[in-house]
């Protein structure tokens, strides 16, 4: 009870400042004039209200955030808050279930991309940008946001940033107080987002395209305002731009923020994940369009290039845009692509899936076992770019790789129980455990989840909210120790 005390004060106050983002797609129905300003208000009007009694009803409670209380605190903001940000859905789109659209409210914050709506270019404007921005605001972490508001509310957000930030290396800090931090964070996300609004506008996006596409490509969620997703303008020049920005976002925003600062790349070039996350991503457009060539899906190399470039960029990153149905290639290539979903963005981005400094602790642990076998005195400590590696980190590394395999093998399991075919099961487990969105056969880019039952749509939407908070963070609530005094 005390941890449930401890945590609603806080929440009213990110619930009463997050209910503000619903101006943002009042000024777009304002603008479009398409009919959904009063729904956007009434939605506005409720979420404050309830946040609001929720606040004043506990203002008296005072608590230390204990990092329970943290962790507790973001899982109850990230599932939620999709249940308040289905209202304008369930209001614009006659015979949406709720289903289905705290389906796509998950899928929004959790900056997945998967959708279970159809006749997306039919779509009032304005409902298109909420489902952009929130892949906008999930991207970087509602939480992290309410951070830099907290403390001057009196309640300390260390925990809470602690428990939200995706990576293992989560106690570096950028600036002395962890307000700054996130400030400063939410400052380049804010930059690195107009530099892509206006790069789309000038490739030839209209402003509302540039403005949705900006939004999703920034949170890496793949939500777009047309069902053909990139296919809908057939331009290589507008794709370019969305590599560069999805590449962007695949890398570390503390990075970014260094960068920044500091008015010099050299960051980039001292990060260790970032070698490895562009080299691999990039290496895999090149090889993918080699295959894909070979295979003779395309009829040239270049045309091969272009089309394994943006889809496996895409993929890899997490993000879930399509400019073609990747679905009917040789199935090398989708199931590569979906590998590389698994760990190929950086920590500290708005990537899903397991973060490349994991994966590159684990390959360090294994070369540390055959060395071992090979020399059982020698003394080989776990070292990442001249740094030592303690045996705590590579402990935790090996705990969430176990947990992240167990979880990915039960929720395929359940899909297949459920009915669904192999190949559909395994890639909607992955693509929702990572945050990807888009799998393949009943749920490849050219599809939906609208065919899905309720049953597996609620098991997809928590394998999103498991993968977003990465696994931890949500799974310990369920346990009893959690909950012990």
Not at 41 to 55: D, G, I, K, R
Not at 269 to 279: A, G, Q, T, V, Y
Not at 330 to 356: D, R
Not at 367 to 385: G, W
Request: with cysteine.
């Amino acid at each position: 009870m005390r941890t449930l005390l401890a945590v609603l004060r806080p929440l009213g106050v990110i619930g009463m400042v997050m209910s503000l983002s619903h101006l943002v797609p009042i000024f777009a129905s304002w603008v479009y004039d398409d009919g959904a300003l009063r729904v956007f208000a009434v939605s506005m009007l409720f979420n404050f209200l309830v946040a609001m009694v929720t606040f004043l009803a506990t203002r008296n409670i005072h608590y230390d955030l204990k990092p329970r209380d943290g962790m507790l605190l973001v899982v109850l903001a990230w599932s939620g808050g999709p249940a308040f940000a289905t209202l304008p859905l369930l209001m614009m789109i006659p015979g949406l279930s709720f289903t289905d659209a705290y389906f796509e409210a998950v899928s929004g914050l959790t900056a997945s991309g998967g959708t279970v709506l159809t006749g997306l270019d039919a779509l009032p404007p304005s409902i298109n940008i909420w489902r952009a921005l929130l892949v906008w605001l999930g991207g970087m972490g509602i939480i992290v946001l309410a951070v830099a508001i907290l403390p001057l509310l009196g309640v300390g957000g260390r925990q809470i940033f602690k428990a939200e930030t995706p990576g293992p290396m989560k106690d570096q800090k950028l600036t002395p107080r962890i307000a700054e931090t996130a400030k400063g964070l939410w400052i380049v996300y804010v930059l690195l987002s107009i530099a892509c609004l206006f790069s789309y506008r000038i490739a030839g996006m209209s402003w509302l395209d540039a403005w949705m596409h900006a939004f999703t490509t920034m949170g890496l969620g793949g939500f777009s305002t047309h069902d053909a997703s990139f296919g809908h303008w057939n331009s290589p020049t507008i794709e370019a731009v969305a590599i560069v920005f999805m590449l962007i976002a695949s890398v570390n925003f503390g990075t970014h923020f260094l960068v920044f600062r500091g008015i010099s790349v050299k960051p980039y070039f001292r990060d260790p994940e970032i070698r490895l996350c562009i080299l691999v991503i990039l290496g895999s457009c090149a090889g993918v369009a080699g295959y894909l060539y070979a295979k003779g899906t395309y009829p040239d190399f270049w045309t091969s290039l272009r089309f394994a470039t943006f889809n496996v960029v895409s993929v890899a990153s997490t993000t879930g845009f399509a400019n073609t149905d990747y679905n009917l290639w040789p199935l090398f290539a989708p199931f590569w692509m979906l590998f590389l979903c698994t760990f190929a963005t950086c920590s500290g981005s708005t990537g899903g899936g397991i973060k490349m400094i994991r994966a590159q602790l684990l390959y360090i642990q294994i070369y540390r076992e055959f060395i071992k076998l090979l020399h059982p005195s020698a003394v080989n400590p776990a070292k990442l770019d001249g740094q030592v590696i303690g045996n705590k980190v590579i402990f935790a590394v090996l705990a969430f790789l176990f947990i992240y395999i167990a979880s990915l093998v039960v929720l395929t399991l359940i899909l297949l129980a459920s009915g669904l075919d192999a190949v559909t099961a395994f890639s909607a487990a992955l693509a929702n455990l990572n945050n990807l969105g888009p799998g393949l056969n009943q749920v490849g880019p050219a599809t939906t989840y609208a065919s899905f039952t309720d049953f597996q749509t609620w098991v997809c939407t928590f394998a999103m909210l498991l993968g977003r908070l990465e696994l931890f963070t949500l799974l310990i609530i369920f346990t009893p120790v959690f909950w012990r005094r």
